[in-house]
Nanobody, 128 residues
């Protein structure tokens, strides 16, 4: 299984970025997907999750209304649109895959321990 995250970079406060995570060597539609982030010196935290159908999404309170998670099962890719960025959004962002074939199509998880596979991370830096 490979998860390749991209799209990170430097943005100004109030700006936008779009992260992508391309998955390979897995049946993508069998996995719920999530994004997590980790800032220097801090613990990994949940950002957003999407069910394997794409019909259900869930966000951390800190990003609700600013970030949008989506997926394209035909392209084996999950996205995270980051709008209205703040300096506190600066972190390495990781995508992760949670094998959910036996769960409902609207299942998702905000618990990092539920995820089976992780990408390498992409750095987002927001300047004030």
């Amino acid at each position: 299984v490979q998860l390749q995250a991209s799209g990170g970079g430097l943005a100004q406060a109030g700006g936008s970025l779009r992260l992508s995570c391309a998955a390979s060597k897995l049946t993508f539609s069998s996995y719920a997907m999530g994004w997590f982030r980790q800032a220097p010196g801090q613990e990994r935290e949940f950002v957003a999750a999407i069910s394997r159908s794409g019909c259900s999404t869930h966000y951390a309170d800190s990003v609700k209304g600013r970030f949008t998670i989506s997926r394209d099962n035909a392209k084996n890719t999950v996205y995270l649109q980051l709008n209205s960025l703040k300096p506190e959004d600066t972190a390495v962002y990781y995508c992760a895959a949670d094998f959910a074939y036996r769960s409902g199509s609207n299942y998702y998880s905000s618990n990092w321990a539920d995820y089976d596979h992780w990408g390498q991370g992409t750095l987002v830096t927001v300047s004030s």
